[in-house]
């Protein structure tokens, strides 16, 4: 059974089953609803229900209050139609960024290996192309369990039929050590949807960026740098990736060669638990020391939700403007862990 969903604000008027989310059918349909974490841990797709009933599944109170479940307001990732609807998202519908509908892909692992310490890189070949923005993320479905886990894609979107992963053992983590690091291997094919979220860059932009990224945090920043580099959409990058040890940082030889061949790309790895020849300390703080002033640039920040609450009070404290700093931050969620 389905139910027409109409969207005010995207002009969209959408079928959707009621077993599925609001957003998924909306994303499906190229009708763009504001999203970032699709496991009702942000908040960043609410919506107005302005009639018609929902349900809201597991939506936590954290993020969904009952003040405003009685207010009418519902998490688009999480709520399911129990009749025809009209709702209004609270966030802007039409942001001047390409929009790619979100699907599903099958495709074949043809790289899985060890690059630091209790990290993989997960390379998977689609069987047809993905189009997506630099910095977006798919969802790995996990066999036989009917849930999945969300990894951002380290490729530019210019290479459309490989993806890669970054991906970070969790102890006892049903999609880590259940399966990625466990048994998981090249030729196995997966099941996967994508693309998903709106943390990218797209157009060109007149101020240098500050890329900060935290452990597996590098990945999206990974595909972001590839991409401004390979179009020229920002004047002077700084990436920073913070670790604790040696053996948390990957990619460094990458990166490194990667500065070396672009002048107006620099690399700064730090790690906050072992002295060595690069920079020491928590990452943002390596940040505050070699900027005096954050005035007229942007910010990229991806890892968990520490750093980057760290890294926005650094960046602000030097005079960022809060509306120039963009981020990606890992969370957990009730449900579906991230």
């Known amino acids: 059974m389905c139910h027409r969903v109409e969207i005010t604000g995207a002009d969209a008027v959408l079928e959707v089953g009621e077993d599925q989310s609001i957003l998924d059918a909306a994303l499906r349909a190229n ?12 908040g960043t797709c609410k919506l107005k229900v302005l009639s018609g009933s929902v349900d809201h599944g597991d ?4 993020t969904l209050t009952a003040t405003e479940r009685a207010g009418g307001l519902a998490l688009a990732c999480m709520a399911k139609p129990c009749s025809d609807l009209v709702v209004e998202p609270t966030g802007a519908v039409d942001d001047g960024v390409p929009h790619h ?50 990894y951002s894609m380290a490729n530019p979107p210019s290479e459309r039929r490989c993806l890669e992963f970054h991906v970070k053992l969790s102890p006892g983590g049903l999609a880590t050590e259940g399966w990625i690091f466990g048994s998981l291997s090249v030729g196995d094919r997966i099941d996967l949807r994508g693309p998903l979220g709106q943390f990218h860059i797209v157009h060109p932009q007149s101020e240098p960026a500050i890329l900060v990224g935290g452990g597996t945090g590098l990945a999206p920043l990974k595909s972001i740098v590839r991409h401004a580099l390979d179009n020229d959409l920002v004047p002077e990058m700084f990436l920073y990736h913070g670790g604790r040890r040696q053996e948390d940082l990957y990619d460094v030889e990458f990166f490194t ?20 020849t690069g920079a020491t300390g928590l990452v943002t703080d390596v940040v505050l020391a070699d900027f005096s002033s954050c005035k007229g640039l942007s910010a990229f920040l991806c890892g968990p939700p520490a750093m980057i609450e760290a890294a926005v009070k650094s960046l602000k404290r030097r005079r960022m403007a809060p509306r120039r700093i963009f981020r990606e931050e890992f969370t957990v969620a009730a449900v579906a862990a991230r």
Not at 31 to 42: D, E, N, R, V
Not at 257 to 276: G, K, M, N, Q
């Open 31 to 42: 009708a763009w609803i504001p999203h970032s974490c699709t496991q009702g841990t942000c």
């Open 101 to 150: 509908p979100l699907r599903d892909f099958v495709g074949e692992v043809i790289e899985l290996s060890d690059i630091a310490a209790g990290t993989r890189r997960l390379v998977v070949e689609l069987d047809e192309e993905m189009t997506f923005n630099a910095g977006q993320y798919c969802e790995l479905l996990v066999p036989g369990a009917a849930v999945g886990r969300q």
């Open 257 to 276: 060669d990667l500065a070396a061949r672009h002048d107006h790309f620099h690399y700064r790895p730090a790690l906050s638990e072992e002295t060595w």
């Open 59 to 62: 939506s936590p109170e954290y």
